[in-house]
């Protein structure tokens, strides 16, 4: 069975830096793309940034650039997201996902606030 676990949310301040981590079992991992989405309170689930099953290509929402950088280790099977020069519009339920499955992990909150 596939499962995805994201782990790494806490409460900082702005200007802050966390890094999440989501640990995928059950299935490929080296075989699949995986995508970061985040969904703050009250607003629609959107895309943060996508990453193919190699790691060579990258992708992400373009007010994020510069700030965010998604990374991964297939031998973990593990898929981070660094986050830099936290603001508090960025604070939501981050989630990971395998592109083209249905397979999501719970989420981990991330709140920024002073």
């Known amino acids: 069975q596939a499962q995805l676990v994201e782990s790494g949310g806490g409460v900082v301040p702005p200007g802050g830096s966390l890094t999440l981590s989501c640990a995928a079992s059950g299935f490929s991992f080296r075989d699949y793309g995986m995508k970061w989405f985040r969904q703050a309170p009250g607003k629609e689930r959107e895309l943060v940034a996508t990453i193919t099953s190699s790691g060579e290509l990258l992708s992400y929402e373009e007010s994020l650039k510069g700030r965010f950088a998604i990374s991964r280790d297939n031998a973990k099977s593990t898929v981070y997201l660094q986050m830099n020069s936290l603001e508090p519009d960025d604070t939501g339920v981050y989630y990971c996902?395998?592109?083209?499955?249905?397979?999501w992990g719970r989420g981990t909150q991330v709140t920024v606030s002073s």
């Open positions: 996902n395998a592109w083209g499955t249905n397979y």
